[in-house]
Every structure is written in structure tokens, then in C-alpha cells.
């Protein structure tokens, strides 16, 4: 397999690396190769240029599966889970689990939106005010919902008693959990420390996951890229205040 992400920030890539990851399969992360091995941002800006099957993608992160070229963070996982292990069997729980993986996909986009409120295009300074605006926003109304909700999602699950979000075992969807948890804890250290008591399910979820050895093996390594202030998750204090 090949991922096709920038190749310096963890992102909406980074929840498609955690699941080949734990499933221990062979990938490239294509950009993160030199230019001369066939990789870099070239490497990911020629792939959105060309006609592709089932169609063009639009924008990172993408997988190459075979002749397969897959795109969108949730659309990749339901796509590649069954054959990786990581959903159940049952087709009514790879449909919860894709619910579940879309809801992560609109917490993440929140996230993004807290610093750059305004335009993508914009730097974060050139929407300063703004993002004061909607990171208060986000701290007192909208982490609390979205965390809330997955938590009450552990708590129904009886075939694991709380331990994980679909089924009786460890889903790509608690690997996205994992991921967005931590992402919380380095850009929101504070919002996501009032409402620690609320969320004992998701928190123990996160421990249960980097304790995995795979996962622990990974996020060890040089592959795991650290949080910066150029990914989705960003460490802004006066936006946590």
C-alpha cells in the first residue's frame, strides 16, 4: 500500500497511518521518501493531477490500493478495515463503525476551524480575534457534545462493557479515538482537563491503545511525526485559556 500524505504534519493522514500500523501491514508514505526515491510533495501533487479509479481524489490523504485509489480519511478506513482486521464481520457493525468515523471526521474539521476560522488560505495570525471567538465556543459547548456522545457510545457497547467503541474488540474506530484524544490533550490541555471526569470510558480507551505493541512500537519510532503548528491539531495557549 501507498500514502500519499504531507509529509511533516500527523493531520487527517495520521488516523489512516494508526490503523496500518496496528494491522502491521507493509506501506510507503510516499511523500516522506526523497525526491530521487520517487517521493516528496511532488510525488503527492502529481498523483491529484491524474484520472484515477474509482475516481480523482481531491485532496490528501489517499491511499493506493492495488489499482484502487482511495481518498477521504473515513472513506479509506471503512474501505480497507475488513481486510486489515480492524471492523467486525457483521454488516451492521461496519456501518456503526463508519457513523462513528464520520462523527470523528466532523469533530476534526471543529478542530481545524478553532484556528482558522476565517479561510484555510489565511495564516493564523491574520484571524487572531476570530479564532478567540470560535476556540471558546468550541471548548464550552462543542468538544464537550462530540466527547460526550463517545463516550455514551462506550458506555451502550456490552460486548466490550465500555472497552471499545464497536463490537467486542479493537476497531480502527478506537484507534481514531486514540488519535483524536491526544491531539485534544496537546492543543486543549485545559478544556480537556475539565472534562476529564465526564469521559473515564474514552480515557482508559486512550491508555488501552498506546499500550498495544504495535501502537507503543510506532509511536516510538521516527514514523510517529510529532504535533506542530502547522497540522490540524495546534498548540495555541491563548486559545485554551
Given amino acids: 500500500m501507498k500514502l ?4 511533516t504534519i500527523q493531520g487527517r493522514g495520521e488516523f489512516v497511518r494508526l490503523a496500518l500500523e496496528e494491522a502491521g501491514v507493509r506501506y510507503v508514505d510516499v511523500a ?13 501533487l502529481a498523483l ?16 493506493v490500493v492495488g489499482k484502487l485509489v482511495l481518498a477521504q480519511t473515513a472513506n479509506i478506513l471503512h474501505a480497507i478495515a475488513p481486510r486489515l482486521g480492524l471492523v467486525p ?10 457513523q462513528l468515523q464520520l462523527t470523528v471526521s466532523d469533530l476534526v474539521s471543529e478542530v481545524h476551524e478553532t484556528h482558522h476560522p476565517i479561510a484555510t488560505g489565511l495564516y493564523y495570525e491574520d484571524q487572531k480575534p ?15 457534545k462530540f466527547l460526550g456522545y463517545f463516550e455514551a457510545v462506550l458506555a451502550d457497547n456490552k460486548k466490550s462493557k465500555g472497552r471499545y467503541a464497536v463490537g467486542g ?3 480502527y474506530v478506537d484507534l481514531s479515538l486514540f488519535q483524536l484524544l491526544t491531539g485534544l490533550a496537546y492543543a486543549f490541555p485545559r478544556a480537556l482537563g475539565r472534562l ?3 469521559l473515564p470510558l474514552l480515557l482508559a480507551l486512550r491508555e488501552r491503545v498506546a499500550e498495544r505493541p504495535k501502537v507503543a512500537a510506532y509511536l516510538a519510532s521516527e514514523r510517529r511525526i510529532p504535533f506542530n503548528e502547522n497540522g490540524v491539531f495546534r498548540r495555541y495557549p491563548e486559545l485554551d485559556a
Wanted: glycine share 4%; proline share 12%.
Fill in 4 to 7: 500519499y500524505y504531507w509529509p
Fill in 32 to 44: 516522506r521518501l526523497p525526491k530521487k526515491e520517487g517521493g516528496g510533495v511532488e510525488a503527492l
Fill in 48 to 63: 491529484l493531477k491524474k484520472p484515477a479509479a474509482p475516481v480523482r481524489p481531491l485532496a490528501p490523504p489517499i491511499l
Fill in 89 to 98: 464481520a457483521a454488516e451492521a457493525s461496519r456501518i456503526a463503525a463508519h
Fill in 130 to 144: 476570530e479564532a478567540l471567538k470560535r476556540a471558546r465556543y468550541f471548548a464550552a459547548d462543542r468538544m464537550p
Fill in 169 to 171: 474488540k479493537l476497531s
Fill in 196 to 198: 476529564e471526569k465526564k
